[in-house]
């Protein structure tokens, strides 16, 4: 029995068109990832790396193409019923980490959950905030705002709110490009251990040694897969 | 030199590359001066400048006030009290008396009306009064000589007599009397205008020509008044102790006896300038006060596009400081931009200042003073310079606070993904929260202004003044006998009555509304006062003319009016206070019929009907329709005419000289033109509260919804965060004008807290210029309201409804 992909991306096509000209930034992209699979995406700047994550986390439409999820097509739903997606299935890393300077580290990390439909109780978030919180070993700085923390303390309360709301898939946005080494060390430590754990990440990054962290490289050329290598064997490719 | 020109060059050049931004700042900003310094110059006027008189600050006003009990009454003068001090007086350098009334100018050809000013010689010195050609009055014309002599204005000798350079010694008739003219007034004198509201005269006389009884106790006048001069020595204080001596013992012993007999009269001498000035200087600062609010509005405003501003030169800062910039040359570049936008601003605003005060003049001369001598002078225009300069300084220094210098550097580290340059929240709110509350006490004076001037004008007169005209007469001297009089008048009515057209006709004292009015006093036997109500002399047909109807009781008959009856015909509203004074019967207005009541003087009148009643615009809101009617018969025709038939002053005129040759037309005016006239300062209260009402309006709008929906350009990646972390778009829309509003709300909160304390102000101030009409403050209120929900909803919509990533990467 074929073991049905997580995300299926089928033929995707991004242009960005202005009055004088057409920028292909992704062409007729093919590729699947499972659960469980810990895939980065390599190439120089402007290959549509970053674009391709925002597809891949319906922060962004294509213009063309199939994108499912879980075998459900998702590239023409409704801007609520993508939010409801991204609610219940994806995490978020971004590189600039994007947490809300003006509420706590704690409500930073509860605001996925905030948007859950149906209502969850308030001792329910408690827990799962908190739980979050721990495995990034900063339930400690709960009440502190976020520019009170340091670069790397900030993308580990970036990571226990991609965790809070147990999504399927983690997107991680260059993870490490405002960190010192030593705490992008320890980020990329954090992420895999979490695939480890079964998470599934798929992480787009400029630096080598971390792509090598994955057990599937994407490299990306003018918007355009130029191979997929599998790392560990026994994982499915990309189609 | 050459470095700053080629800096203003370049700003001009980097401007004119958004118009956008240029336009909407010159025109919030020259619009808002241009209000501010016709305000500015109204109130430099009012409270700073001096009067265009020698020694003005040495002349003081000399009227008198009479004391009846605890009341007093002021605003009138007996002629006698007025003479016993400018011959007795010791205190002052000089006085003069004036005494201001109309006259037919017979000698020209069209028989005008003219206002006159009956004077000693002392007010051409006091006043420094300028003469084009001849002089003032001298010791020749002083008082008792009956010297008729006269000066004519500079209007008048450029409009009737075309500037005859032989005026000086030709004759003027006025009324039968021949007068010598002896002088032309120059235009350019500034009548004081306390002595009437648009004070106008276009004929000098002397004061011995009056023709009113100076001698008497018995009657008062409004239409006379004094200036004096203060010696070097002599104080307000000491000119007051004066009068006090010199009159009120002659007035206790010859002075009114009677109901009245407790008057005392005493001196309320005052400065001219705050005489003249009086209760105007509040309306003053109100219009300033309403302008200094428009202009803290238009600066939140500009602040805001400011803002927006340097966002969108962010790059251009970030190069600059790369470059090596330091914070002042970036402050340069700002304050540049900002003061060329200031300057251009204030030009415009200056254009602006000089339409409104020629507007000002044209409209409102006759209900605020000294309003010739209003322009924009040097004064205006050195605080226009340092009001541009100032705000282009504000504007710079808040915008350079905000863009964070060190921030700038940062960014040039970064690598250019995440946000814009940010205005801290709490500015934000600060911004939106002042906004609405200036824009929110604004509106709310302006509809409490506005609700006034509607009341007055919105409330029925009581009668049709459609179709309704006044005719008063001048008879001449051919008349001395009352019978006469009475035959002229009876005879007049018929020949009147034969005008096709005319429906209904009556004789009145005066028309059924005025400005001004006859008062007098009614009194129990007891001497308990029961009222003061305005008063008119009718014939039998009044009634029936002006269409009032007689609720109890009747009318006058013609019996009433040959035996010159003593009774009384009250309002319903002067009936329901005299029956609450005499605590009579059980409050019917019936009741009063056939009461006596009694005058000051001791007359007695029987109360034989009660009438509706009348609501003068000119003193409703005081009299709430008291009103009282004698029996009489004048030479003043109420005349009302039937449907689609007017009624011209050249009818009358054929029809008196085919009749009566030597009666002549003193006043021919419709009541609806009355009407008019009596509620145009109302209507023109209404028309700037109006416009002042909408360009705050207009202004808050623009302001309210630029800084909401920068707030919501600021929250874009904030938005995109949340909205990446799942939330929908309709949660993010409630949130998003749930936290919007929270400043909002304060900002109503804190601008209805001030009304309410501006309002129990204006309440002991200038309770007449406002009242309180719940529907137009909740429409002012449920206005502002839109415009924030509309500056919160659509912009955040418009962020919502593009994709995440847009937001995210501030696109």
Not at chain 2, 101 to 116: F, G, H
Not at chain 2, 597 to 619: F, K, R
Not at chain 2, 642 to 659: P, R, S, V
Request: glycine share 6%; with cysteine.
């Amino acid at each position: 029995m074929t073991k049905q992909a997580l995300i299926e991306l089928k033929n995707i096509q991004k242009v960005y068109s202005k009055i004088d000209m057409e920028t292909h930034a992704l062409r007729d992209i093919n590729m699947a990832i499972f659960e469980g699979d810990y895939l980065s995406i390599s190439g120089p700047s402007g290959c549509g790396k970053s674009t391709l994550l925002s597809l891949l986390g319906l922060l962004d439409t294509p213009t063309s193409g199939s994108y499912l999820i879980k075998g459900q097509e998702v590239a023409n739903l409704t801007a609520d019923d993508r939010a409801e997606i991204r609610n219940l299935h994806i995490g978020f890393i971004f590189q600039a980490f994007n947490l809300i300077d003006e509420i706590s580290v704690y409500d930073n990390v509860a605001l996925p959950l905030k948007y859950r439909e149906p209502k969850l109780s308030a001792k329910e978030v408690d827990e799962q905030v908190m739980s979050s919180l721990k495995k990034v070993e900063m339930q400690h700085r709960c009440s502190h705002k976020p520019n009170q923390l340091s670069g790397g303390q900030q993308q580990r309360i970036a990571i226990a709110r991609a965790l809070v709301g147990k999504p399927s898939i983690l997107l991680v946005d260059e993870p490490t490009g405002n960190l010192d080494s030593k705490n992008g060390d320890l980020v990329m430590a954090l992420l895999d251990d979490l695939n480890q754990e079964g998470t599934t990440i798929c992480m787009v990054t400029h630096d080598p040694r971390y792509a090598d962290h994955a057990k599937i490289k994407l490299n990306l050329l003018d918007g355009i897969i130029l191979n997929n290598i599998a790392l560990e064997s026994g994982l499915q490719e990309a189609v | 030199m050459r470095f700053l020109i080629n800096d203003i060059k370049t700003t001009a050049a980097s401007l004119s590359r958004v118009p956008g931004f240029v336009l909407t700042t010159v025109f919030t900003l020259s619009l808002t001066l241009g209000v501010l310094l016709a305000a500015f110059s109204l109130n430099h006027l009012l409270l700073f400048k001096a009067l265009p008189y020698p020694d003005a600050q040495k002349l003081i006003l000399m009227e008198q006030e009479l004391q009846e009990g605890d009341r007093k009454f002021s605003g009138s003068q007996y002629f006698v009290a007025q003479k016993l001090m400018y011959q007795k007086q010791k205190s002052l350098d000089s006085m003069a008396l004036v005494f201001r009334d109309n006259a037919i100018l017979a000698s020209l050809r069209d028989k005008p009306l003219t206002e006159i000013s009956y004077v000693t010689p002392e007010y051409f010195d006091l006043l420094g009064v300028p003469v084009v050609i001849g002089r003032g009055f001298t010791e020749q014309e002083n008082i008792d000589n009956n010297k008729p002599s006269a000066l004519i204005s500079e209007y008048l000798w450029r409009t009737q007599y075309g500037k005859d350079a032989n005026i000086l010694g030709q004759s003027i008739t006025l009324g039968e009397q021949q007068y010598k003219v002896v002088g032309v007034v120059a235009s350019s004198f500034a009548e004081p205008s306390n002595f009437a509201d648009d004070a106008n005269s276009q004929i000098w006389l002397p004061w011995d020509f009056h023709g009113q009884d100076e001698e008497s106790w018995n009657y008062v006048y409004s239409a006379t008044s004094a200036i004096g001069k203060l010696a070097p020595t002599s104080s307000i204080a000491q000119v007051t102790a004066e009068f006090n001596t010199l009159v009120d013992p002659i007035f206790q012993q010859n002075g009114r006896v009677g109901k009245a007999k407790h008057q005392a009269i005493v001196a309320q001498f005052q400065d001219f300038q705050v005489a003249i000035i009086g209760d105007n200087k509040y309306i003053g600062l109100l219009v300033l006060l309403g302008a200094g609010v428009l202009l803290l509005i238009a600066c939140a405003n500009i602040v805001n596009l400011f803002f927006s501003r340097a966002a969108q030169r962010q790059r251009a800062l970030v190069i600059q400081a790369t470059l090596g910039a330091k914070l002042k040359h970036l402050f340069f570049d700002i304050w540049l931009e900002s003061l060329l936008l200031s300057t251009a601003s204030m030009i415009i605003g200056l254009i602006i200042a000089g339409w409104s005060i020629e507007l000002l003049r044209s409209v409102a001369s006759h209900a605020l003073p000294r309003l010739s001598e209003l322009s924009l002078d040097l004064t205006a225009v050195a605080f226009a310079g340092v009001l541009t300069l100032t705000l282009s300084l504000i504007f710079s220094v808040i915008t350079l606070k905000l863009i964070n210098h060190k921030q700038l550097i940062s960014q040039l580290q970064s690598s250019g993904k995440g946000t814009g340059a940010q205005v801290n929240a709490k500015v934000r709110n600060a911004l939106v929260g002042s906004q609405i509350c200036l824009a929110t006490l604004l509106l709310l004076v302006t509809s409490l202004v506005m609700s006034n001037a509607l009341n007055v004008l919105n409330h029925p007169l009581g009668f049709e003044d459609e179709n309704l005209y006044n005719l008063k007469l001048d008879i001449g001297e051919g008349y001395p006998e009352d019978e006469a009089k009475m035959q002229l008048s009876r005879d007049l009515l018929a020949q009147l009555q034969k005008i096709n057209g005319v429906s209904n006709i009556s004789r009145a004292s005066n028309p059924p509304i005025r400005r001004g009015s006859n008062n007098t006093g009614l009194f129990n036997n007891d001497s308990v006062k029961l009222g003061h109500f305005s008063f008119v002399t009718i014939d039998d047909n009044y009634f029936n003319t002006v269409g009032l109807k007689v609720l109890a009781g009747r009318g006058y008959n013609q019996q009433d009016i040959r035996d010159d009856s003593e009774t009384i015909i009250l309002s319903k509203a002067a009936a329901t206070k005299v029956i609450a004074g005499t605590g009579d019967g059980n409050g019917k207005i019936e009741d009063i019929i056939g009461k006596v009541v009694y005058s000051a003087g001791g007359d007695i009148w029987t109360v034989i009907g009660v009438v509706d009643n009348v609501y003068n615009p000119y003193n409703h809101e005081k009299t709430q329709g008291a009103m009282m009617y004698f029996s009489s018969s004048r030479t003043n025709f109420i005349i009302r005419m039937q449907d689609g038939n007017a009624l011209t002053k050249t009818q009358i005129i054929n029809l008196l000289d085919e009749h009566f040759a030597e009666v002549k037309v003193w006043q021919f005016t419709s009541i609806s033109d009355i009407h008019e006239q009596l509620v145009y300062q109302k209507k023109l209260t209404l028309w700037l509260s109006l416009v002042l009402g909408l360009f705050a309006l207009l202004l808050a709008a623009v302001g309210i919804y630029g800084v909401i929906s920068y707030n919501s350009q600021m929250r874009r990646y904030e938005l995109g965060i949340r909205m990446s972390l799942g939330a929908k778009s309709k949660r993010i829309l409630l949130e998003f004008i749930g936290e919007s509003f929270a400043p909002i709300a304060a900002g109503f909160g804190f601008s209805l807290l001030l009304a309410v304390i501006l309002y129990s102000f204006a309440q002991q101030h200038i309770n007449q210029w406002l009242s309180f009409d719940w529907v137009m403050v909740s429409s002012c209120l449920l206005a502002l309201i839109a415009i924030a929900l509309a500056a919160c909803y659509f912009p955040a919509k418009k962020i919502i409804a593009s994709d995440p990533i847009k937001a995210l990467r501030n696109e």
